[in-house]
């Protein structure tokens, strides 16, 4: 029986793909396989017998990713799964950023108790004009699952489109509508677009990508949109974009002390993935993944191993290893097969920086010799009997 503890509340609509092999458990400690959204999991001691972790999101900063790798743990995210969530609050923060209707709104509330104020308020509505994004142009810096629909949304909006992501996947090139303009750098994007949207994770080149330097490229009165990580906004350096006018509005889904006290911010309480369709299809991901990984020793969408499906096993047999990415060990695994004069019919090994990945499939049942001569080879992380 192998035994799922989820962290945070996990959509049934995933849970109850589980199969009777699988056993929800309320002790971390005693999980094989975790499920989780937000939860920290830094301070926390990984489980002996947990093999693997999926995240219902694609966020995976809570989750201590080099740890768990470390120690035969492999993670999963859910890309894609939140991304037309994601697309419409975009949409949305679009439309609040070309027409004031945070300041029309509060006017409204604000003066509710007026007996006239279906008179007052044609004199008032003045102050909240806006304009059209029709013909405006949008630059989407990042073009991944959310990036792409986001382009392709508003390319049908009637705006002039700018994308930009050296990383590019085929998939995502495929999904990626003709009229978007594919450019090479995202400083292209900062002199050319009224509107700019991210949609890149936090890495060394990225964090911080919105400052002082990038602000000063784009046109007065721009307009930024920022639904992925807080951390690609110097804070600092867009309350004085905001208060000089070169920026119109900065639209956020990750309100900090900072930026909840600017004027000019619209911020939202990190609300892109928070649909109920969004939710459910993180959670059935997640848990296909976990699935897919207990029964098969597959692996998709792992963010600290590498990529790898071997399918369902047609043999007697199937090992598999995470271990060290060094030379001699795929040597010294096969040797161990060989040396009991076992057959490797099919082998697939991946990898991804400092960790790889093994799967054996062989012509006979395993046994637990095989596994202690594996596990006793020094770089070996961890081994597992799927068959």
Excluded at 30 to 40: F, I, K, T, Y
Excluded at 83 to 98: C, P, Q, R, Y
């Amino acid at each position: 029986m192998v035994k799922i503890n989820c962290l945070n509340k996990i959509s049934k609509v995933g849970l109850n793909m589980l199969t009777d092999q699988y056993e929800q458990v309320e002790e971390f400690k005693d999980a094989n396989a975790v499920l989780v959204r937000s939860a920290a999991m830094h301070d926390m001691e990984m489980p002996k017998d947990l093999v693997a972790i999926a995240r219902a999101g694609a966020g995976v900063n809570n989750i201590p990713l080099d740890k768990c790798a470390e120690q035969g743990i492999v993670v999963f995210n859910t890309p894609g799964a939140n991304a037309n969530g994601v697309k419409e609050i975009v949409i949305a923060g679009l439309m609040m950023a070309a027409r004031d209707l945070t300041g029309g709104m509060k006017w409204v509330q604000d003066n509710k108790e007026d007996a006239n104020i279906n008179k007052s308020m044609e004199k008032a509505k003045s102050k909240f004009a806006g304009t059209e994004i029709q013909g405006k142009k949008l630059g989407v810096i990042g073009l991944g699952a959310i990036g792409v629909l986001v382009a392709n949304a508003g390319n049908k909006l009637g705006m002039e489109v700018y994308g930009c992501d050296p990383f590019l996947s085929v998939e995502h090139a495929l999904d990626l509508s003709h009229s978007v303009k594919c450019v090479k750098t995202r400083e292209e994007i900062f002199r050319e677009c009224d509107y700019i949207t991210v949609h890149v994770p936090a890495l060394k080149d990225t964090i911080g990508m919105i400052n002082k330097d990038s602000l000063a490229m784009m046109k007065d009165g721009v307009a930024i949109l920022n639904f992925s990580r807080d951390t690609l906004v110097n804070d600092d350096d867009m309350a004085e974009a905001l208060a000089s006018g070169k920026v119109k509005k900065y639209i956020t889904d990750f309100p900090n002390a900072k930026t909840a006290n600017m004027d000019g911010v619209i911020a939202t309480p990190h609300l892109g993935a928070s649909t109920a369709e969004s939710e459910d299809n993180c959670a059935i991901m997640a848990v296909k993944e976990i699935m897919d990984y207990v029964e098969n020793g597959n692996i998709k969408n792992s963010v600290n191993y590498p990529a790898c499906d071997a399918g369902v096993c047609a043999t007697k047999g199937r090992v598999t290893v995470n271990h060290k990415n060094i030379p001699n060990m795929i040597s010294q695994l096969t040797a161990v097969f060989s040396g009991k004069g076992i057959n490797i019919e099919n082998m697939i090994n991946k990898s991804r920086g400092d960790y790889a990945y093994s799967v054996f499939d062989i012509d006979t049942e395993t046994n637990d010799d095989i596994v202690s001569a594996l596990e006793s080879i020094d770089g070996v992380l961890r081994v597992r009997v799927i068959k």
